[in-house]
């Protein structure tokens, strides 16, 4: 992966899905907010544009308290809270909202909204060399047929994570962790391990669909990720600037 997000060059890419079909069940399937719902949802935009996020948080903890919401309803909780995280200025948080609304946002929010999210998100793990949370944003992404103009701009990303999408071989990847001592990406591949560490690695993060769990870092061991844990995203602590290459694999390294 490059270590930047490149800038439009002018090419078209003209390998994207057919998401039409895809897109319109999607509508079909997109049920309308419940009229509480739908008082809350308005109130809590209105603080957002006044910047009052004092109100904002209230209104979003009402939202939360309604049972059965469904993917209309929920997709724009995750986009008020994208929008909220963000004026607080408190990436991790923004990004985990962008990352969930990406999720099921397709035919249920703006598409100018869902691509606009999405397109930062796929900035930021790009950047951070999350490959497989590029991946899977980037195929979030082509649920909205709206989105393709942005991916035509951004070809050689589009390709190289394509590439590796398809690939069958292992995948090595040169990290940097940062200045805080933690780096955090999506697991692409059931097995991994890590080698040509300079610095230290103290523990490792997993949180997965339907597990939480941080297990100590045992040098040159191979780990694996249950299927039952389901899609799991791996932090990484260790010592500031550590680098190390990982390996995902898919099958167990010999």
Same mark, same amino acid.
């Given at each position: 992966?490059?270590? =930047?997000?490149?800038?439009?060059?002018? %090419?078209?890419?003209?390998?994207?899905?057919?998401?039409?079909?895809?897109?319109?069940?999607?509508?079909?399937?997109?049920?309308?907010?419940?009229?509480?719902?739908?008082?809350?949802?308005?109130?809590?935009?209105?603080?957002?544009?006044?910047?009052?996020?004092?109100?904002?948080?209230?209104?979003?903890?009402?939202?939360?308290?309604?049972?059965?919401?469904?993917?209309?309803?929920?997709?724009?909780?995750?986009?008020?809270?994208?929008?909220? !995280?963000?004026?607080?200025?408190?990436? $991790?948080?923004?990004?985990? =909202?962008?990352?969930?609304?990406?999720?099921?946002?397709?035919?249920?929010?703006?598409?100018?909204?869902?691509? $606009?999210?999405?397109?930062?998100?796929?900035?930021?793990?790009? !950047?951070?060399?999350?490959?497989?949370?590029?991946?899977?944003?980037? !195929?979030?992404?082509?649920?909205?047929?709206? %989105?393709?103009? $942005?991916?035509?701009?951004?070809?050689?990303?589009?390709?190289?994570?394509?590439?590796?999408?398809?690939?069958?071989?292992?995948?090595?990847?040169?990290? *940097? &962790?940062?200045? =805080?001592?933690?780096?955090?990406?999506?697991?692409?591949?059931?097995?991994?391990?890590? !080698?040509?560490?300079?610095?230290?690695?103290?523990?490792?993060?997993?949180?997965? *669909?339907?597990?939480? *769990? *941080?297990?100590?870092?045992?040098?040159?061991?191979?780990?694996?990720?249950?299927?039952?844990?389901?899609?799991?995203?791996?932090?990484?602590?260790?010592?500031?600037?550590?680098?190390?290459?990982? &390996?995902? =694999?898919?099958?167990?390294?010999?």
């Amino acid at each position: 992966m490059a270590e =930047s997000f490149p800038e439009n060059n002018g %090419s078209y890419y003209e390998h994207l899905d057919d998401v039409d079909r895809a897109l319109n069940e999607a509508r079909k399937k997109s049920a309308k907010a419940h009229p509480k719902f739908g008082a809350l949802f308005d109130q809590a935009q209105k603080a957002i544009i006044k910047d009052d996020l004092v109100k904002t948080e209230q209104l979003l903890s009402k939202l939360h308290e309604i049972k059965d919401l469904n993917a209309y309803e929920q997709s724009r909780i995750y986009l008020l809270e994208y929008w909220y !995280n963000g004026k607080l200025g408190n990436k $991790e948080l923004e990004f985990d =909202s962008a990352s969930k609304l990406l999720t099921i946002g397709a035919g249920n929010i703006d598409s100018h909204a869902f691509v $606009e999210a999405g397109m930062r998100l796929l900035r930021r793990q790009y !950047n951070n060399q999350d490959l497989g949370g590029s991946i899977e944003t980037l !195929n979030n992404l082509r649920k909205d047929s709206a %989105s393709q103009s $942005e991916l035509m701009s951004i070809i050689s990303v589009v390709k190289k994570l394509d590439d590796f999408a398809e690939q069958q071989t292992d995948i090595v990847q040169k990290i *940097t &962790v940062n200045e =805080s001592g933690v780096w955090s990406a999506k697991l692409f591949k059931p097995q991994f391990f890590f !080698n040509g560490i300079n610095g230290e690695v103290s523990t490792l993060g997993f949180n997965c *669909t339907n597990k939480q *769990t *941080t297990l100590n870092y045992k040098p040159d061991s191979v780990m694996e990720i249950p299927e039952a844990w389901g899609s799991c995203t791996m932090k990484v602590n260790a010592k500031p600037n550590t680098t190390f290459n990982l &390996v995902q =694999s898919q099958k167990k390294a010999a």
